[in-house]
């Protein structure tokens, strides 16, 4: 993934900057079949952070010998979320930068942390989850090779 970073306008270069931390957050995960990273930020403060894989205590092994995703394996935004959640800050008013766009199961998450706003790169093979995040009047960006898709 490439970032321009000569975008004009500073709010597109700070998403794209919190983006490219996310891909690199991301990397963190044990999982095989897809990498996803999440970061909550809040008055340009990075408030928590997450990626997806299995609940404290769990083995790190995301797949089941069929190569499918285990039924208990936590999305990126889920970890995020319930990490402010566990701390003294707050994700009302936050924006979600997460390298996929949310699931159904995530959007409600996220509109019931008070999440703002969402960043996203790729779009999630199911999209009901954006639809719902539009629903609730959340601002989406997707920027797809630096272009935003609002």
């Known amino acids: 993934m490439t970032y321009d970073l000569r975008l004009k306008d500073k ?3 700070l998403d794209c900057r919190y983006l490219k931390m996310a891909h690199v957050w991301a990397q963190n995960s ?5 990498k996803v ?15 997806n894989g ?5 083995e790190n092994v995301c797949e089941n010998e069929d190569g499918l995703t285990k ?7 889920a970890n995020a979320i319930t990490k402010v959640a566990k701390s003294h800050n707050s994700s009302d ?3 979600l930068y997460v390298t996929s766009s949310p699931c159904v199961e995530c959007a409600k998450l996220i ?5 703002k706003r969402v960043v996203y790169c790729d779009e999630y093979h199911n ?12 601002e989406i960006k997707r920027y797809e090779n630096m272009e935003v898709k609002s």
């Not at 990273?37 to 990626?51: F, N, R, T």
């Not at 299995?54 to 769990?58: E, M």
């Not at 039924?71 to 935004?77: F, G, I």
């Open 93 to 95: 008013g936050a924006t």
């Open 111 to 115: 509109i019931q942390a008070g999440i």
């Open 30 to 34: 044990y999982c095989v079949r897809r």
């Open 54 to 58: 299995t609940p404290s205590g769990f």
């Open 11 to 13: 709010q597109s270069l």
């Open 127 to 138: 999209t009901d989850g954006l639809e719902l995040l539009k629903r609730a009047n959340i």
């Open 37 to 51: 990273g999440a970061l909550l930020v809040k008055e340009k403060m990075i408030i928590s952070d997450g990626y």
């Open 71 to 77: 039924p208990y394996v936590l999305h990126a935004e």
